[in-house]
C-alpha cells in the first residue's frame, strides 16, 4: 500500500519533458517534490504564476507571491505573472498538459465530485470546474476508499458534481486505474496488494486483464 | 488627467448602500487594505453586494465588512476561511453567489470589454448550470455566462501614476487588472503613487483609461494566511 508520498512519486512518473502542469491542493503538490531527474516541467499556479518554485527561506517571504493554496512560495528563473483570466485562458484553452487533483468521488465514465457535501459547509468550487472541464489530461490523486471504508470509485457519483467525462486517470494508495470506455480499467497495483483487494475496494466496474504488473516505486 | 485624491476617505466618497462594489485580490494577496478598512468605519453604508474571489478571514479583508454587516451578498468562487461569513450564511443573512474562479475572471473581463456574454465549458453537467443555456461547439457543451459590473470597483497595485496607469506586483495582480476595467468608477490604491513619466509605457498592466481615482495607501499589513517556509 502507497503513502501520500507514495502516490505522490507514482504520479510524477507520468511527467513528460516540457509538460506545464497545475498541481491541486493536498496530495497533488507534494508530486513536485518528486520530478524525475533530467525532466523539465513548468508548475503553473491559477492564481497567476507560471514556474512555482520551492517554500521560500524565512528571509525571503513575500507576502505578494503566493500559490493558489495561499501559501508562500518562490519563482524559478524564467517564471512569469499573469492575471486570473489569463490564466483561466491558459487553462480552458489547454495549453496545460497535465492537471491533478484530488477527489471525494470518480465514477466509471469518468465524473468527479470534489467541491461540495449536502448539508456541510460550501465553501466553493475555486478553480476546480474550470480545470476539469478544460484540461486535456487529468489525473486524480485520492484514497480509494472514505474514512468510513466505503469506495469512491463508483458506477454514479453521489456528490454534486465538480465535471462529467473528465478524469483519464486515478491513482491511489491501492493501485494506477484508467477510464476506459465507461469501466475503470487496472493498470498496476501497489507493492503488496492484490487484485482481489482492489476489486473489493472498487464499487464501480473494474476491468482487470491479464497480468497486472505492480508499481514500480523509488 | 490628475486623478490622485489624499487618502481612502476621499477615495471611496459616492459609495452608498445597495450599491455593487468589485474588490480585487486573491486570498488577502493583493486586496485593496486601505478602502475596505476606510468603508468598515462608516457602517451607515451597507447592503453591499460585493464581487471578490473570496471573503477574507474573520479579522481581515472583507471580513471586516462582514463582520460589520455591510454585505447583503457575496459573489466568489471560495469562500473557506471565515466563521462569521460561515455563521451569516447558514442563518440566511448574507447570500452567497459561488462562480467557478474562471468564469469569475472572464465575467469580469468581459463586463470591461463590452462583452455582454460568452460560453464556456466550466461547470457543464453541474450545479452551476441550472437555468444556463447550453450549447455544443465541436462536439463539446458549453454554458452561456454573462458579463459582470459594478458601480465601484476597488483595485490595489504596487506602482501607479496620477493617470492611473498600474504596475502590480507578483501574484498581487490576479483579479486586480481585470475588475480594474468593470466599474463605472474604479479606485485604485498604490503603495507607490508617482508622476506621469516615471513609469515605463513598456510595463504597464493597467492603462489609467479605467482608473478614475489614485491614492498612495498606508501602512500595508498584507497579511499572510500559509506561511510555508524551507529550512536553511
New interface residues.
Given amino acids: 500500500m502507497l503513502d501520500k508520498n507514495g502516490i505522490a512519486k507514482r504520479i510524477a512518473q507520468e511527467l513528460q519533458e516540457g509538460f506545464y502542469v497545475n498541481l491541486g491542493i493536498g496530495i497533488p503538490t507534494l508530486v513536485a517534490n518528486y520530478i524525475p531527474h533530467g525532466i523539465n516541467v513548468v508548475l503553473q499556479?491559477?492564481?497567476?504564476?507560471l514556474g512555482m518554485g520551492?517554500?521560500?527561506?524565512?528571509d525571503e517571504?513575500?507576502?505578494?507571491?503566493?500559490?493558489a493554496?495561499?501559501?508562500?512560495?518562490t519563482?524559478i528563473p524564467g517564471s512569469s505573472?499573469?492575471?486570473?483570466?489569463a490564466?483561466?485562458?491558459m487553462?480552458?484553452g489547454e495549453h496545460v498538459q497535465l492537471t491533478v487533483l484530488g477527489a471525494m468521488e470518480v465514477s466509471q465514465e469518468g465524473?468527479i465530485a470534489n467541491w461540495k457535501i449536502p448539508g456541510k459547509?460550501?465553501?466553493?468550487?475555486?478553480?476546480?470546474?474550470?480545470l476539469v472541464?478544460?484540461a486535456k489530461n487529468i489525473i486524480v490523486a485520492m484514497q480509494h476508499v472514505n474514512k468510513v471504508g466505503e469506495s469512491k470509485l463508483l458506477p454514479k457519483c453521489t456528490l454534486?458534481?465538480?465535471?462529467?467525462?473528465c478524469v483519464k486517470k486515478i491513482v491511489t494508495e491501492l493501485a494506477v486505474i484508467e477510464i476506459v470506455n465507461g469501466s475503470f480499467k487496472l493498470l498496476e497495483r501497489a507493492p503488496g496488494i492484490s487484485v482481489e483487494q482492489i476489486k473489493n475496494a472498487t464499487a464501480g466496474n473494474l476491468i482487470v486483464e491479464g497480468e497486472i504488473p505492480e508499481m514500480v516505486i523509488n | 488627467m490628475n486623478k490622485a485624491v489624499a487618502n481612502a476617505a476621499e477615495a471611496i466618497k459616492g459609495i452608498s448602500s445597495g450599491m455593487t462594489l468589485m474588490v480585487g485580490g486573491?486570498?488577502?494577496?493583493?486586496i485593496p487594505e486601505n478602502c475596505i478598512s476606510e468603508l468598515s468605519k462608516h457602517r451607515e453604508i451597507n447592503g453591499l453586494t460585493c464581487i471578490s474571489?473570496n471573503a477574507g478571514v474573520d479579522d481581515f479583508g472583507l471580513g471586516i465588512l462582514l463582520n460589520n454587516k455591510q454585505v447583503k451578498k457575496m459573489i466568489?468562487?471560495?469562500?473557506?476561511e471565515n466563521d462569521e461569513f460561515?455563521r451569516q450564511m447558514?442563518s440566511g443573512e448574507l447570500e452567497v453567489e459561488?462562480i467557478?474562479?474562471?468564469?469569475?475572471?472572464?465575467r469580469?473581463?468581459a463586463g470591461g470589454a463590452g462583452i455582454p456574454a460568452f460560453f464556456?465549458?466550466?461547470?457543464?453537467?453541474?450545479?452551476?448550470a441550472q437555468g444556463k443555456e447550453v450549447r455544443e461547439f465541436n462536439g463539446k457543451m458549453y454554458l452561456l455566462e454573462s458579463w459582470l459590473k459594478a458601480d465601484y470597483s476597488i483595485v490595489k497595485a504596487?506602482k501607479g501614476d496620477t493617470h492611473g496607469n498600474l504596475i502590480?506586483?507578483?501574484?498581487?495582480?490576479?483579479?486586480?487588472?481585470?475588475m480594474a476595467t468593470a466599474g463605472k468608477i474604479t479606485i485604485a490604491e498604490v503603495e507607490e503613487l508617482v508622476l506621469p513619466g516615471e513609469l515605463d509605457p513598456n510595463e504597464i498592466?493597467t492603462p489609467g483609461i479605467y482608473v478614475q481615482r489614485i491614492f498612495k495607501g498606508i501602512n500595508y499589513e498584507?497579511?499572510?494566511?500559509?506561511?510555508?517556509?524551507?529550512?536553511?
Avoid at chain 1, 520551492?54 to 524565512?58: H, L, S
Avoid at chain 1, 517571504?61 to 500559490?67: A, H, K, Y
Avoid at chain 2, 486573491?26 to 493583493?30: A, Y
Fill in positions: 499556479s491559477e492564481n497567476g504564476l520551492p517554500f521560500p527561506y524565512e517571504v513575500d507576502p505578494d507571491l503566493i500559490n493554496g495561499k501559501q508562500t512560495i519563482t505573472f499573469f492575471d486570473s483570466a490564466s483561466f485562458g487553462i480552458r465524473d459547509m460550501v465553501k466553493g468550487m475555486g478553480g476546480a470546474m474550470d472541464a478544460s454534486p458534481l465538480t465535471g462529467v467525462k | 486573491f486570498g488577502l494577496c493583493g474571489n466568489s468562487s471560495y469562500v473557506g460561515e447558514l459561488l467557478p474562479q474562471g468564469t469569475l475572471a472572464e469580469c473581463r464556456t465549458p466550466a461547470g457543464y453537467g453541474t450545479e452551476v504596487w502590480y506586483k507578483a501574484t498581487a495582480r490576479n483579479f486586480n487588472p481585470l498592466h498584507k497579511r499572510i494566511e500559509q506561511r510555508t517556509v524551507t529550512k536553511r
